[in-house]
C-alpha cells in the first residue's frame, strides 16, 4: 500500500509538471504575436515618407519653366521710339510716342518712361516738372501694366501739356527731349519742340496697342 501511494503521488506530480509546461508555451506563443503587432506602424511611416522626393522634385521643376517662359524687360538697346500722333484740344496737347522692338526675341515693358526736355545747349529746361499719371485731358486712369512686345511690336504712351500762353509770361520751349523706357538707364534724344506754359508736363505708363489710352 505504501508503495501505491508514493506511485500515486509521483503521477501526480508528473501530470501538475506536464500541465505546467503546456501553460508555459501559451504565453510563449502570445508573446511572439507581440513584435508582429509592433511591426505595423514602422511600415506605415515607410509608406508615409515616400511622397516627401516627390514634392522636393516638383518644386524644383516649377521655377524652370517659369523662367523659360517668362521675357525679360527691354533694354534700350533693342528698341527704338517715334512720334506717332498728335492731339490737341481746349489749349491742351497729347503726343503720343511709340516703343518698337527691334530685337529678334520677345521682352517686357512695364511703368512709365522717363523724360527731360532740353533747350538748345542741350542742358535741362529750366522751370519744368515733369509728373507720373495715369491721367491726362485725353485720357482717365490709366494703369500700369506689363506690355510683352514681340519682335517688330509696339507699346505706347503719351506726353500731355497746356501750351496757352499770356502776354505778360514768355513759356519755355524745348529744342530736344529725352525718352528713357521704363526701368533701363539709357535714354533716347529726339528733336521735338514742347511748349508748357504752365511749367507741367505729364507722361503716361506704356500700354499695349489696341487698349484705350
Not at 42 to 54: E, F, G, W
Request: aromatic share 4%; hydrophobic share 30%.
Amino acid at each position: 500500500m505504501r508503495i501505491l501511494i508514493m506511485e500515486g503521488s509521483l503521477l501526480l506530480l508528473l501530470t501538475a509538471v506536464t500541465t505546467g509546461c503546456v501553460g508555459s508555451s501559451s504565453v510563449t506563443k502570445q508573446s511572439q504575436t507581440l513584435p508582429a503587432s509592433t511591426e505595423q506602424p514602422t511600415k506605415q511611416t515607410v509608406l508615409a515618407s515616400t511622397p516627401t522626393p516627390t514634392g522636393k522634385a516638383t518644386e524644383n521643376s516649377t521655377p524652370e519653366a517659369t523662367t523659360a517662359t517668362n521675357p525679360t524687360g527691354c533694354e534700350t538697346s533693342q528698341l527704338s521710339v517715334r512720334r506717332v500722333s498728335e492731339d490737341a484740344g481746349v489749349g491742351n496737347v497729347a503726343l503720343t510716342y511709340a516703343f518698337t522692338n527691334n530685337a529678334s526675341s520677345p521682352c517686357n515693358l512695364y511703368g512709365y518712361p522717363g523724360l527731360a526736355l532740353l533747350d538748345a545747349k542741350d542742358q535741362p529746361l529750366q522751370g519744368i516738372k515733369v509728373i507720373r499719371s495715369k491721367n491726362t485731358y485725353f485720357s482717365s486712369n490709366q494703369p500700369r501694366q506689363q506690355v510683352t512686345l514681340a519682335p517688330g511690336k509696339q507699346a505706347l504712351f503719351q506726353i500731355a501739356y497746356n501750351h496757352i500762353s499770356s502776354p505778360e509770361k514768355n513759356c519755355p520751349t524745348s529744342s530736344k527731349i529725352e525718352i528713357t523706357p521704363p526701368n533701363t538707364y539709357q535714354h533716347f534724344t529726339l528733336t521735338e519742340q514742347i511748349k508748357p506754359c504752365t511749367g507741367k508736363v505729364r507722361v503716361t505708363p506704356v500700354r499695349a496697342v489696341g487698349t484705350q489710352p
